[in-house]
Structures are given as C-alpha cells and as structure tokens.
T-cell receptor
C-alpha cells in the first residue's frame, strides 16, 4: 500500500507566478489535510477536505490560496501570484474515516516551494 | 488558546540516556495528543499518541506521560540511540480522527555516542 504521494517534491516559482501542489492520499483514505511548515517552525494547519467538500479552511489565507479534492484525482493546493513569504514546505496528510478506528493522519514527503 | 507550547527547542543526549520533551496546552477541548517524528527532507511520521483518559502510554522505548490537571504531556525516549536523532513534534486535536492538528514548534534531538 503506497503512502501519501506529493508532487512535485521541489518547486521553484518566480514572484507573481502560480504554484500547484498535488497530493494523492493513501488508498482508502477519503480525508485530506494540508499543512505549511516554515523553516525552523512547526506545521501550521491550512485546510481539511473530503471528496468534493472543504470541511475546514480556517488556516487558509483569505487571498491567493485555494484547495480542492475532486471526486477523481489528487487534491490540489493552488497558490496564485506567489510572493517570497510563500516559500515553505507544504505537507499533505490523509486519513481514513473515523469509523475505521484508525483515523490518524499519515503525512506525505512534502513539496518544498521556493519563490525567487 | 489554540497554541501548543513545546520545549526544549533542541536537545543533546548521550547514547543510552533518556530523552525528555515537554508540551503544554491551554485549550481543554483538546482530546487527542499525538507525537510525530520527522527526519530531514521527510514528512512527519506518527510515533505514539494518547487520549486524556490515561496518564501514560508506552510503546517500546517511547512513553507518553499525560497530566490532565496541569495540561501538560511529555515524550520520554528510553535508551536513546543515534537513529533517534530527528525533530519531534507534539500535537493536539479536538478529537481523534478527521480533525485538524495543532502542532508544537518542534524539538531537534541529537543523540551523541
């Protein structure tokens, strides 16, 4: 059973460009979470999604950031008009439903975004 | 009140010693407390977790101690090994599963021979 997959692993964008980060959850996992990790800091929650629904976006900046988890395909975190402050590691985690009794979050390897 | 405070920021322990990392929280609604281990360039991996209804949980060399009245919990690594050198994060959530995690700021642990 493959783990959570994220791509690309490294992404370089110039200021003003768009960044698209992809996350494929583990098989059987219908819940996806995005976190951001700034250098030398802990992970900060951004958004929690189920298939086709945003459940909690309380950690998402109001502008330029959006996330989706379509019925088919990976979850996408999109950052429009990137700025230098967006440079960070972005981690995706997935979990199965609580009813499974094993609903802890499994993390992917992250996408390291560098804005030049 | 959503914050989780973690200390120390960095820790150096001799091989075979006990590594202790502490966390404190304010929000009494937190109901699930996992610890994650992260190696450089990798994503965090769940190490061990505890619910407030128990005061201690042990898995191999790793033990969580939980003090509900003090709103504190700690990770103890017994017989620390060089392979334990990593960054450790405590976290908390309102309930187990399908809920966002609030992370501490991390502890960089180095085990020296």
């Amino acid at each position: 059973n493959a783990g959570v997959m994220q791509n690309p692993r490294h992404l370089v964008r110039r200021r003003g460009q768009e960044a698209r980060l992809r996350c494929s959850p583990m098989k059987g996992h219908s819940h996806v979470y995005w976190y951001r990790q700034l250098p030398e800091e802990g992970l900060k929650f951004m958004v929690y999604l189920q298939k086709e629904n945003i459940i909690d976006e309380s950690g998402m900046p109001k502008e330029r950031f959006s996330a989706e988890f379509p019925k088919e395909g990976p979850s996408i975190l999109r950052i429009q008009q990137v700025v230098r402050g967006d440079s960070a590691a972005y981690f995706c985690a997935s979990s199965p439903p609580v009813a499974s009794g094993r609903a802890w979050q499994y993390f992917g390897p992250g996408t390291r975004l560098t804005v030049t | 009140q959503q914050q989780v405070k973690q200390s120390p920021q960095s820790l150096i322990v001799q091989k075979g010693g006990i590594s202790i990392i502490n966390c404190a929280y304010e929000n009494t609604a937190f109901d699930y407390f996992p610890w994650y281990q992260q190696f450089p360039g990798k994503g965090p991996a769940l190490l061990i977790a505890i619910r407030p209804d128990v005061s201690e949980k042990k898995e191999g060399r790793f033990t969580i101690s939980f003090n509900k009245s003090a709103k504190q919990f700690s990770l103890h690594i017994m017989d620390s090994q060089p392979g334990d050198s990593a960054t450790y994060f405590c976290a908390a959530s309102m309930e187990f599963g399908n809920e966002k995690l609030t992370f501490g700021t991390g502890t960089r642990l180095t085990i020296i021979p």
